[in-house]
């Protein structure tokens, strides 16, 4: 039966809501907002070249970009593929929804016409309304970017029961875009693949993905020894694990080799977290060394003490990444990892411009770039900043919920049947569930917690809750 139009006026409420929004940021604050990796980024974007310390994914969408000569554009291009996050989200778990309640009586008020169109509608609202995913797309930033990859690449398993070969082709190279635009999405092909072989998946369409991810991510490390000498992905590949482990590392336990002594973590200002001064404060031992954190040194110093700190302290190491993995589902943010950081994923009051960004803008869009705020409409954004932000702890239930989907179910008479449901989850949930928790706890294991590594979560959270209760429905 075909569903009326009319059936999607929830999400067009929604998205028409989520669209105003951003136009007023836009026109409230028409440059990017600035961060510490902004620069790089940038540099990167009009050389055209890799990026030292991570991936150049998203230079290549600045780059691609550049001819217009407009940060403007470039913040109206990330607020669009925000956008179509949410459309994403929508569409998969409408999917989901209309399988679980198939429209089976005519008339437009039907309660099975509207259901689906509504409930995916409220699971777009965390992806699109939030203050704090307008503010992260509104920056000079990879993770909007990274976010919809990655939602592609999810999308395309999800399409199909058992997916083709140019289907698992998709899910890899979109896979291994997101990992060339944060090298956090590296990871994230195990969670494909693990996903491809629950929904049976053939030979065919499990190679296509693993070789469609693997081709641009060699291609990439091909460019960069080109350019480096280097058959990496960057020049600082264990500088971010060694950070991890300055937060637990006890030189008296590990005991390291006189040449690494040097990497033992030296004692810090507490308003900062350990990771961040280990590699960008005066603190940091990278500063000893030649090179600092590019270094070829560096890089191998760190590694080598990292491993050995997770080897010599394996508890200490899992309750620090439990730890910080836990701190993205608290109600209130705090001043981590610095008293200033986290400011930085608002949007401001006031106006700030450094001469080094003013230089690197310059070579971008001359005349353009500055952080400035046009009132009254600058008003109203710190107004919504005020009010509509998502505490962390609605994640958590995001998450909890789509984790419950199979343990709802209950046969017509009562009778368990546990078996089902689960199986049934495995196969739909599970992705875009392990992906949101992957993209929680990789950071954590890896680098430090940040509240912009949270973000890219949400939509994963949403989708998996989504396709999990309509599981339980269509059951």
Not at 59 to 83: D, K, M, N, R, Y
Not at 453 to 475: D, E, N
Request: net charge positive.
């Amino acid at each position: 039966m075909r569903v009326p139009h009319v059936a999607h006026a929830p999400f067009a409420v929604v998205l028409a809501a989520a669209i105003w929004i951003r136009v007023i940021a836009v026109l409230a604050y028409p440059a990017p907002l600035w961060f510490g990796d902004s620069p790089g980024y940038l540099e990167a974007a009009v050389r055209l070249r890799p990026g030292e310390t991570r991936p150049s994914g998203y230079p290549f969408l600045l780059w691609l970009i550049e001819p217009l000569h407009s940060f403007t554009a470039v913040v109206a291009v990330q607020h669009a593929i925000g956008l179509l996050s949410g459309v994403v989200v929508y569409a998969v778990v409408l999917r989901a929804g209309r399988a679980a309640w198939p429209p089976d009586e005519p008339g437009r008020w039907s309660w099975r016409v509207w259901a689906p169109g509504l409930f995916a509608a409220a699971l777009t609202v965390p992806v699109l309304i939030p203050v704090h995913q307008v503010a992260l797309e509104h920056m000079l930033m990879s993770d909007s970017l990274f976010t919809f990859l990655l939602l592609v690449a999810v999308t395309a398993v999800l399409r199909r029961r058992r997916s083709t070969w140019w289907l698992g082709a998709i899910a890899g190279t979109f896979t291994a875009f997101a990992a060339l635009t944060r090298s956090a999405g590296l990871p994230l092909i195990a969670v494909i693949l693990v996903a491809m072989l629950l929904r049976r998946a053939g030979w065919r369409a499990c190679v296509a993905a693993v070789v469609a991810f693997v081709l641009p991510v060699v291609g990439y490390m091909a460019w960069f020894q080109a350019v480096y000498g280097q058959f990496k992905l960057g020049k600082a590949d264990s500088i971010w694990l060694y950070g991890r482990t300055a937060s637990f590392a006890d030189c008296r336990v590990v005991k390291p080799r006189p040449e690494l002594r040097i990497m033992c973590p030296k004692r810090t200002d507490p308003r900062m977290s350990r990771p961040f001064a280990a590699m960008w404060t005066k603190d940091s031992v990278f500063r000893e060394i030649p090179g600092w954190v590019t270094g070829e040194q560096a890089d191998r110093l760190a590694g080598e003490f990292a491993w050995e700190a997770i080897e010599k302290q394996p508890g200490d190491y899992a309750k620090v990444v439990v730890h910080d993995t836990f701190m993205a589902f608290e109600w209130n943010r705090k001043p981590y990892p610095t008293p200033w950081t986290w400011l930085q994923y608002e949007f401001p009051e006031g106006e700030a411009w450094s001469d080094e960004q003013a230089l690197l803008a310059a070579k971008y869009d001359p005349g353009g770039g500055e952080t400035k705020v046009v009132r009254p409409w600058a008003g109203q954004v710190l107004a919504y900043q005020d009010d509509f932000a998502m505490p962390g702890t609605f994640l958590g239930i995001l998450l909890l919920g789509g984790l419950a989907g199979p343990f709802l179910h209950v046969r017509a008479g009562g009778r368990w049947r546990p078996l089902r449901p689960v199986r049934q989850w495995a196969t739909g949930a599970l992705l875009p569930w392990g992906t949101s928790l992957a993209l929680l706890v990789i950071p954590a294991a890896t680098a430090d917690f940040d509240y912009r590594y949270v973000l890219p979560a949400v939509p994963f959270a949403c989708m998996a809750l989504g396709i999990s209760l309509s599981g339980r429905a269509a059951a």
